[in-house]
């Protein structure tokens, strides 16, 4: 989450992060962030030191110097870096991490043993993107599971001592979320009372230890649904300070058979690199 070069333009200025996420997932998923940056309206990307296409991200990204990237913790429906002897309790056989954020999160509170591999995990994670040689420029986690206060506090700490005071806190807008898009209300409440709560806490840690963080973060209540029609909303009612979009964008042959999530990915690039989206930024 980099200080971003662009601004918008109506109204006092507001600094705006478009970022994305899962960069070094797939060599589908790397194409869509670089083709963003350098076509479209993305600022920054999440980098996955454990993805599938790590190497190749961190190639691209060697290429693309202005890229702002950040790490992308994984402790949730994901690989580790650490093998599976040194992290029992928290992976399996295959060093593959629970599916299930909640029960994931459940352990992670309550077992002493795991909060130990956590952070011998986590450590690792940085540990691999120092390796390649890029500028950390912040940190999130894959499906938000770093407002986790095990994870946060390990974050924390480890964003201190490898000077990078950036993290991202998803605390989205609830009003502005339903006007949009009247669907789901109930679990739209529900998402930001949870992350309302656990953003208060990050907040006042972080302003403690001289991070930066967006004061509002969009995407998380319209997770799945995110398109052109939605960026162009967001941008026509930002008002903090600092705000971020996130994403999850991708780009496949026109000759492939999609999925609906992969359908969903290509309109997230679709709506990065809109020429109308381009216009209001």
């Known amino acids: 989450m980099r200080h971003p070069r662009r601004r918008m333009q109506i109204g006092r200025p507001r600094r705006l992060i478009v970022n994305a996420d899962d960069f070094g ?109 890029l500028r950390l420029s912040h940190i999130d986690g894959h499906l938000h599971m770093h407002v986790h206060p095990v994870i946060f506090r390990a974050a924390l700490e480890l964003g201190l001592r490898y000077s990078v005071r950036r993290m991202r806190v998803p605390q989205e807008e609830y009003r502005l979320a339903v006007t949009f898009r009247r669907q ?56 903090a300070p600092i705000n971020e979009i996130y994403c999850h964008p991708a780009v496949y042959p026109a000759d492939c058979i999609l999925n609906a999530a992969e359908q969903q990915c290509m309109r997230e690039f679709a709506a990065l690199t809109s020429p109308s989206v381009c216009r209001r930024t």
């Open 25 to 133: 997932i797939s060599e589908a998923v790397n194409e869509a962030i670089i083709r963003a940056f350098t076509e479209g309206v993305l600022t920054s990307c999440s980098l996955m030191v454990t993805g599938e296409a790590f190497e190749h991200a961190v190639r691209v990204a060697h290429a693309h110097p202005d890229l702002a990237v950040g790490i992308h913790l994984v402790t949730v429906m994901g690989r580790a870096v650490l093998p599976p002897a040194a992290i029992p309790t928290l992976v399996d056989a295959a060093g593959s991490f629970d599916s299930n954020p909640t029960r994931a999160g459940l352990q992670y509170y309550f077992s002493l043993q795991a909060r130990h591999e956590l952070r011998q995990e986590l450590r690792a994670q940085f540990d691999t993107f120092a390796a390649t040689g």
């Open 184 to 239: 789901d209300t109930g679990k739209k409440a529900l998402h930001t009372l949870l992350f309302g709560l656990l953003a208060r806490r990050m907040k006042r840690q972080l302003r403690g230890a001289d991070f930066v963080y967006a004061e509002r973060v969009y995407g998380t209540l319209h997770s799945g649904q995110m398109d052109a029609q939605y960026v162009l909303y967001m941008l026509d009612h930002l008002h």
